[in-house]
């Protein structure tokens, strides 16, 4: 995501983001998205459709995402 002004007007509380995840590959592909949401103050709502729950469980655990 790349840092620019426009980012910085944008109200966060007035925006939600929310990442459908159902798959072990979506999630790979989209750790370093929410990771990087979380680190710019951004709270993604993750919401897993539960296949290969213990596999996604832990790929969550291993790039420190927490699900609420």
Request: aromatic share 4%.
């Given at each position: 995501?790349?840092?620019?002004?426009?980012?910085?007007?944008?109200?966060?509380?007035?925006?939600?983001?929310?990442?459908?995840?159902?798959?072990?590959?979506?999630?790979?592909?989209?750790?370093p998205v929410i990771l990087e949401l979380e680190r710019r103050g951004w709270n993604p709502r993750?919401?897993?459709?539960?296949?290969?729950?213990?596999?996604?469980?832990?790929?969550?655990?291993?790039?420190?995402?927490?699900?609420?």
């Open positions: 995501i790349p840092t620019t002004d426009c980012f910085k007007a944008i109200d966060i509380q007035a925006h939600m983001i929310t990442a459908i995840l159902g798959t072990r590959a979506q999630l790979i592909k989209m750790a993750i919401i897993l459709t539960g296949q290969h729950k213990e596999t996604m469980n832990q790929l969550l655990a291993d790039f420190s995402i927490q699900t609420r």
